[in-house]
């Protein structure tokens, strides 16, 4: 691909091509823009990039595209919803679709969460549960509890809050510390006793015990909420030991804890089950989601609640503000068409379990790359998996992202994290698909050399 050259325009001319105007979020700018990767078109399971060749999804996009790219009843939908009413606001007003919306939502999750508050991503979903964590004790007169627990290699976004209880050291490095009163888990990956393990790891449940010292340490009369991934994809798809999330659930209810499941990635069908709640038959007691919401067409993020939660604030006078929280386009009428259309078409469709049909095809398919140069460990579940590589000793990262960029030449999407290259294709990936994104994979490993 030709170099891109950036040049100044007169005053007045247009500049179609420059790509200096946009600050990329986690993006090596300078060096992304001497040699750009770019989208022009998609359709189903396939990009289109600028130059015209046609590039497998193997991430859902960004781990959002469940239902496959620009899929008819959704575009319909936002089309259709744009031409009758582009904007109503949800602050003492509110439009049919935002509640039409919410009411699909919960119809499809986990018992017992009937209420939803909608963000605009993913982020705003965590700092919005982490809000109501602390509001929620306040309400029932334990205002000292306000500590928040994180877990290491937890993300959760990069708000404010969610940065503060991510886990991630590089997300965090630059800023400090930037909320008070948050503490962290140790995280559960163990290559030493769990390397390619196919499915969840053998060994591990007790780490969820790490949460009694923090009990000990701080006293669980100052923990207002603990929020873990169920699955920490971002930081490389670190896979729960069996038993070690309902061991988490367990201590969390027996000290007054709220637990908060980021189901940012893993809601909408990933492990094969609506949420990763039902797969992992756990009952936290705040879901966080976004991303496969929409199926990534239109921003929307959500927060799903317990009874119990959402009742500790109507107890005040009735028209008075229960929550002081929310955003312009909580709820926002395309972001609600979207989301009543995506989740038509993953019940209609199947989406939502399919995953757990793929599953055991998916496994071999992922493991057969055990064995090629630099390849540490293989991890999977659900129709997700992932490829650690032996880091370079004084450039970690480097080889999961020279593979990357070699697998786009070759035609496929995958995402490289750390030392990782992780894989999360949309749900209607056929077999033939994945022996192709595989296969490709496993070319790019044995040919690359470094």
Known sequence: MAETKFEVPHAGEPRPNDLGAFWMPFTANRDFKRAPRLFVGAKGMRFVTDDGRKVLDGTSGLWCVNAGHCREPIVEAIRRQAGELDFAGTFQMGH????????????????????????????????????????????????????LI??????????LGGTAVGGIPGNRRMFGAIVAGVDHLRHTHDPARNAFARGQPE???ELADDLERLVALHDASTIAAVIVEPVACSAGVYIPPKGYLQRLASICA??????????????????????????????PDI????KGLTNGAVPMGAVLVKAKVHDAFMTGPEAAIEL?????????????????????????????????????????????????PHVIDVRNIGLIGAIELTPLP?????????????????????????????LAPPLIIEKNEIDELIGTLASVLRDVRD
Do not use: C, M
């Open 254 to 283: 027996r000290h007054d804890i709220l637990l908060i499941l980021d189901e940012v990635i893993t809601a909408f069908g990933r492990l094969g089950t609506p949420f990763a709640a039902d797969y992992f038959g756990i009952s």
């Open 96 to 147: 049919t679709k935002a509640f039409e919306a919410a009411a699909r939502l919960a119809g499809i999750a986990p018992a017992g969460f009937d209420h939803v508050f909608f963000t605009n991503s993913g982020s705003e979903a965590v700092d919005t549960a982490l809000k109501i964590a602390i509001a929620y004790h306040r309400a029932r007169g334990n205002g000292a509890k306000t500590r």
């Open 150 to 159: 994180g877990r290491e290699r937890g993300y959760h976004g990069s708000n």
């Open 394 to 422: 004084d450039a970690p990262g480097r080889r999961a992202h020279t593979r990357f960029l070699e697998a786009f030449k070759r035609g496929i999407l995958v995402r490289a994290t750390g030392d990782v290259i992780a």
């Open 324 to 372: 002081a929280h929310g955003y312009t386009y909580s709820g926002h009428p395309l972001a609600s068409a979207a989301a009543i259309a995506t989740i038509d078409l993953l019940q209609s469709d199947g989406l939502l379990t399919r995953a757990a049909e793929l599953a055991p095809y998916w496994r071999e398919a992922v493991h057969s790359l055990e064995g090629l």
């Open 203 to 205: 060994h591990g449940e």
């Open 287 to 290: 879901i966080t989601t976004a």
